[in-house]
C-alpha cells in the first residue's frame, strides 16, 4: 500500500511537467538588421518583420525540444555609397524583402514551471526574397537558396499560452553578391512570439 501511494504521489508530481508536450500555433514580431562586411554598403535602422507557424514540444523532467516550422517576412534597408562619395555621386537607397521558411530547433531546460531557458540552430529557406528599388549600379542581388544561424531566449508559459523573446544570428550569408559585389551580409534579429498549445 506505502509503494502504490508513493507511484500515485511520483505521477501526480509528473503531470505538471509532461503536459507541458504538445503541438501548438505561433506568431509574432521581428526586429531585424541586415549588416554588411563591405564599407559600400550601409545599413539603415532595423525593420519590422513577422513570422507564423507551427511548434512542437516534447521532453520531460524540465528538459524539452521544440521544433518549429515558421513563414517569416523580414525587410532589410541599406544605402550605397560609392567611395568617394565627395565627388558629387548621392548614396542610393535599397529595400531588400526577405520570404523565407525557418526551421528553428529550440533545446532548454524549464525553471519553476514557468521559465524556460532555449537555444539551438535555425535553418531558413529562400521561398521568394527580392531586392526592391534596383537601378543600374546594383541591379539585382543573388539570394542564397538557404541559410543557417542560431538562435537563443526565454520562454514563459501560462497555462496554454507561451511567450517567448529569441535573438537570433546569422551563421552564412543571405546572398553570394549584390550587383557586382561580393558582400558577407547576415541577418540579425530580435523576436517576439506568443504560442498557444492546441493539443
Given amino acids: 500500500m506505502k509503494k502504490l501511494s508513493l507511484i500515485i504521489l511520483a505521477l501526480c508530481l509528473s503531470i505538471p511537467v509532461f503536459s507541458q508536450n504538445g503541438i501548438g500555433i505561433k506568431a509574432g ?26 511548434f512542437g514540444r516534447f521532453g520531460g523532467a524540465g528538459f524539452f525540444v521544440q521544433p518549429e516550422m515558421l513563414f517569416t517576412q523580414t525587410k532589410g ?3 550605397y555609397v560609392p567611395g568617394d562619395v565627395s565627388g ?20 532548454g531546460f524549464r525553471f519553476f514551471k514557468v ?39 526565454l520562454g514563459v508559459d ?25 558582400t558577407d551580409n547576415r541577418l540579425n534579429q530580435w523576436v517576439l512570439s506568443v504560442g498557444f498549445r492546441l493539443f
Wanted: glycine letters at 10%; hydrophobic letters at 35%.
Fill in 77 to 79: 534597408e541599406f544605402a
Fill in 158 to 182: 501560462i497555462g496554454n499560452l507561451s511567450v517567448e523573446g529569441k535573438y537570433e544570428g546569422g551563421l552564412s550569408k543571405v546572398t553570394d553578391n549584390i550587383g557586382s559585389y561580393n
Fill in 88 to 107: 558629387g555621386s548621392a548614396p542610393e537607397n535599397y529595400e531588400a524583402t526577405f520570404n523565407r521558411l525557418d526551421i528553428p530547433v529550440m533545446v
Fill in 115 to 153: 521559465l524556460r531557458l532555449m537555444a539551438g540552430p535555425i535553418a531558413s529557406v529562400n521561398i521568394n526574397s527580392k531586392l526592391e528599388d534596383a537601378v543600374d549600379t546594383v541591379d539585382e542581388a543573388d539570394f542564397k537558396g538557404a541559410t543557417f544561424g542560431y538562435q537563443a531566449g
Fill in 29 to 54: 514580431l521581428s526586429s531585424t538588421k541586415i549588416d554588411f562586411d563591405n564599407e559600400d554598403f550601409v545599413p539603415s535602422d532595423a525593420q519590422t518583420g513577422y513570422h507564423i507557424g507551427l
